[in-house]
């Protein structure tokens, strides 16, 4: 099967974060499979911030078995990369069938009329929250105008699509207020055992930590909570069992990182919290493999794979009852959730699993069994797999009937 999969960034640029290492598991899991996976993308590097574009990035780049074919951004406003190249890469092209990711991208709506032109199955997945995002409420008025310059688009990727992919039952609710729930096919996010599973760097000696850390990692941003985490380890600074703990944040700036170091500062925290930014991947994993375990008090989640990579490394999270989190881990069995934007839970949590080693490893270990049987990259491109299939089918079935 020749599979198109269209998305606004994948590598180098890792600290985009769910939509990049989805694309790119798919594409290396199917291809290696044998079927021929291209990644239709922009060139964004994250050199110095999320709307750094790499004219030197390969146009055309072999990695292992699959491809990324990248054009340049000439505009880009909130994440929205327009990379007009696309188009004619796209329409040049021959595949079986397109996916596209993140229905609020430029590279959807490209994708939409590729499909639309070709006749050819259009598959898609969004992860980007259509109707529950913060910034769809608490954003400034350009951007607000913006959001809803997209509603037509919006509308017409999803009227395209032969097959609408939702990766809980929270984001089915959401698409059902948009197509008939007979379009929406549940296939939940997997991540990659083996590369979760094979640390190359020596995080504490890397970073000269000596004593036990608790792990944030994610965009620098309020919707992420990382604030809320600060407020909590200033609460609890002077427990007994947070005695010689750092606190690790890694993550990449989306508009939040000088508030947030001021924010340290302020707190006279800087000697518990160290901040790493833009971390390697390599880093990444080997600082799941290592922490206590991991934090992630998020304001909005829609189904997210840190919580997932975090339990393929056998430890634990803290997380939030925000939006799909809960459709995603479960309280009290894999991990414990609090409320979001409330640091004294948070708080208690963290003391809660130091003052239990044994619950804290109870709650690895579930985590780890559900993403070793249901959440991995091999279940997960099987049932996609499957979808593209049944899709290609039901597109020959609407041709032929035509």
Not at 79 to 91: D, W
């Amino acid at each position: 099967m020749n599979i198109a999969i269209a998305c606004p960034a994948s590598l180098p640029a890792t600290q985009f974060g769910g939509i990049m290492f989805l694309c790119v598991n798919i594409a290396k899991k199917l291809s290696n499979d044998g079927h021929s996976v291209t990644i239709y993308t922009s060139d964004l590097d994250f050199g110095n911030n999320t709307n750094t574009f790499n004219r030197n990035l390969p146009r055309e780049e072999k990695i292992g078995k699959f491809t990324i074919k990248r054009t340049h951004v000439w505009f880009s406003t909130f994440l929205f990369y327009v990379n007009p190249g696309i188009f004619k890469q796209m329409l040049t092209d021959d595949f079986d069938i397109i996916h596209a990711v993140g229905i609020r991208g430029f590279q959807a709506f490209v994708a939409s009329i590729i499909s639309k032109i070709k006749k050819i199955p259009l598959v898609i997945s969004d992860q980007g929250g259509l109707t529950t995002h913060p910034d769809l409420k608490d954003a400034s008025i350009f951007k607000k105008f913006l959001i809803k310059l997209q509603a037509p688009m919006i509308k017409s990727i999803i009227n395209q699509a032969t097959v609408v992919i939702a990766a809980n039952y929270y984001e089915k609710k959401i698409f059902k207020n948009f197509c008939n729930e007979s379009k929406i096919q549940i296939v939940k996010n997997g991540i990659d055992l083996n590369e979760l599973m094979s640390p190359t760097v020596n995080f504490k000696e890397k970073y000269g930590i000596k004593n036990e850390f608790i792990l944030f990692l994610g965009r620098f941003h309020k919707v992420k909570g990382v604030d809320t985490l600060i407020d909590a380890v200033h609460q609890i600074r002077n427990h007994s069992n947070l005695s010689g703990v750092k606190i690790v944040i890694m993550g990449a700036d989306f508009g939040y990182e000088s508030q947030m170091e001021k924010k340290i500062k302020e707190l006279n925290l800087s000697q518990i919290i160290l901040v790493i930014k833009k971390p390697p991947r390599n880093d990444v994993i080997s600082a799941y493999t290592q922490c206590k375990f991991s934090v992630l008090p998020s304001r909005w989640e829609l189904s997210p794979l840190t919580p997932l990579e975090v339990f393929a490394c056998k430890k634990t999270v803290i997380s939030t009852t925000a939006h799909g989190i809960p459709y995603t881990i479960t309280h009290e069995k894999n991990c414990l959730l609090v409320p979001p934007s409330n640091p004294k839970k948070l708080g208690n949590a963290i003391l809660e699993l130091l003052e239990n080693p044994s619950k804290c490893e109870k709650l690895a270990k579930t985590g780890f069994d559900m993403v070793y049987n249901e959440a991995n990259l091999s279940s997960m491109t099987h049932e996609m797999l499957r979808v593209y299939e049944k899709t290609i089918q039901v597109k020959k079935n609407e041709s032929f009937e035509n």
